[in-house]
């Protein structure tokens, strides 16, 4: 039986992120198989939004990263669900967004699920998005988890994108949860998909490997122990891509200068989705330094693409990451290591044959069976697919 779904988020587009590429391939699937989605998210209608039905609540603009919005009172979203006659609310985040889509349920007697996407209880993350305040930094991280229960414990269900992600959940005594992987398009992101253009832009007709990080350029990303593998190997064959934008980006720009490493880095900036698939086909090895990955779907994109990742061995890269089969990986913030394997890969790219089958696996179609699995437990509605 069709649903009608009410997705709330406060990270959409115009933000390029890991929960917008989540909503985006979810709700295409969804409504593929006949379902309905609503999104109700902060900002207003710009253009870059897709095709779906996108209600807009106002809201203000963070300083240091324009492209996410503050929702200010989105509250009157439960009437207009109401009129829409939605079967469930999804919250994909905790904040405002995520309240308001507590109170729809509430004031709709509807069920919601709610997604844990983002580690907003990193400290980091605190730093970089709450305040750079010691006081109210130190505030908010001591009471992040806090929030955290209070907000998931009042969801029906809560999913989490990895096992890594459920037992830190549990951990937390946030108890009722699913694993629902957030899927990738595995018909865009192929290894069918030629890369010779944008290896001509980046490298001419040279044999120099393409070492590409995709992502949110920020600290909590840890670039600069990639900056410091680089500075390690120092080698004329060898460039590193860095694709994507955000609050530290000109501050890894210029950590990239102060080791004389201008010849062996481009920053591309923000590529659109479409023509995203063709810069992973170009690389050769794609590396993810981070230590903030609930899933880390753009190296299952890379995967896809036929690429072996090179990542921190840490939450769910740690499981995602299989050494000698699908890439290897590195003692997490240790630049040494990270050298040590990027060179391994490279040298023995062959070896790696892994990439696709473990892509597959997180392929949108079985992430959305799972999902629905969850909305049919939570609606009482069988057969929902």
């Not at 030629?194 to 995709?214: C, D, F, I, N, P």
Request: charged share 25%; with cysteine.
């Amino acid at each position: 039986m069709p649903l009608n779904i009410a997705f709330y988020t406060d990270s959409y587009h115009p933000a390029v992120d890991g929960v917008v590429t989540s909503i985006d391939n979810f709700a295409a699937e969804l409504e593929r198989r006949g379902h309905k989605v609503y999104i109700f998210t902060a900002g207003k209608k710009d253009g870059s939004e897709s095709a779906y039905n996108v209600f807009f609540a106002k809201g203000v603009r963070f300083k240091k990263y324009p492209q996410y919005t503050f929702a200010v009172f989105p509250y009157l979203s439960a009437s207009r669900a109401r009129k829409l006659k939605i079967d469930m609310v999804h919250a994909h985040t905790p904040f405002s967004m995520g309240i308001s889509g507590l109170m729809a349920s509430k004031v709709n007697r509807v069920p919601i699920v709610g997604s844990f996407h983002t580690l907003f209880t990193d400290k980091s993350v605190i730093r970089e998005y709450v305040s750079e305040n010691s006081f109210i930094s130190n505030m908010a991280n001591r009471y992040s988890w806090s929030y955290a229960r209070f907000f998931y414990n009042k969801c029906d269900v809560v999913t989490a994108p990895s096992r890594a992600i459920e037992e830190l959940l549990h951990r937390h005594r946030i108890m009722d949860t699913r694993v629902v992987e957030n899927g990738v398009n595995t018909r865009l992101f192929s290894p069918s998909v030629s890369g010779r253009a944008v290896r001509r832009m980046l490298v001419g007709e040279s044999k120099k490997k393409v070492v590409m990080y995709v992502g949110r350029v920020s600290i909590e990303k840890r670039l600069d122990v990639m900056i410091n593998a680089a500075r390690l190997l120092r080698k004329s064959d060898l460039i590193f891509v860095i694709i994507g934008g955000g609050p530290s980006l000109e501050h890894y720009k210029s950590l990239v200068r102060h080791h004389g490493l201008d010849g062996m880095f481009r920053f591309l900036g923000f590529i659109d989705n479409a023509k995203l698939p063709e810069y992973y086909a170009a690389s050769d090895v794609f590396c993810i330094p981070s230590t903030f990955e609930t899933q880390g779907i753009v190296s299952i994109e890379a995967m896809a693409c036929g690429k072996p990742v090179v990542g921190a061995d840490y939450l769910a890269l740690k499981e995602l990451i299989k050494n000698g089969y699908n890439g290897e990986k590195f003692t997490p913030d240790d630049a040494r290591d990270c050298a040590t394997k990027i060179e391994k890969v490279i040298n023995d790219i062959g070896r790696y044959k892994g990439m696709v089958a473990t892509a597959k696996m997180y392929s949108i179609e079985s992430t959305t069976d799972r999902l629905l699995g969850v909305y049919e437990k939570i609606t009482g509605q069988g057969s929902a697919h």
